[in-house]
């Protein structure tokens, strides 16, 4: 079974930067999705990547993450800049069914697995 591990959460001032890192317990193929969930809300999907590095983003966010992954460290990347305090949220990786980052990335029941999520807090 594929196991994920987030790192890089904290705390960061509004307008800051933090990287998030998904790293898993072997090489694979998958698409990985990132997620989030704010207090009181819903879990939503932020951004993915296929096996090929192309790559899905939510509109809350296009233009300030980015997303990346290294397959010789088995681990995925989401750089997030200009962070506002709407972005403070539990940030969870999860591996896609796929390789690739289909029309439906953002539905959470499409991942196989799951971490454990990292804290993302934002002041203002």
């Known amino acids: 079974q594929l196991q994920l591990v987030e790192s890089g959460g904290g705390l960061v001032q509004s307008g800051g930067s933090l990287r998030l890192s998904c790293a898993t317990s072997e090489f694979t193929l998958n698409a990985i999705g990132w997620f989030r969930q704010a207090p009181g809300k819903e879990r939503e999907g932020v951004s993915c990547?296929?096996?090929?590095?192309?790559?899905a983003f939510a509109d809350s966010v296009k233009g300030r993450f980015t997303i990346s992954r290294d397959n010789a460290k088995n681990t995925v990347y989401l750089q997030m800049d200009s962070l506002k305090p709407e972005d403070t949220a539990v940030y969870y990786c999860?591996?896609?069914?796929?390789?690739?980052?289909?029309?439906?990335?953002?539905?959470?029941?499409?991942?196989?697995?799951w971490g454990r999520g990292t804290q993302v807090t934002v002041s203002s």
């Open positions: 990547i296929s096996s090929s590095g192309s790559s």
């Open positions: 999860a591996a896609y069914k796929y390789p690739f980052c289909g029309a439906g990335w953002r539905e959470d029941g499409k991942y196989k697995y």
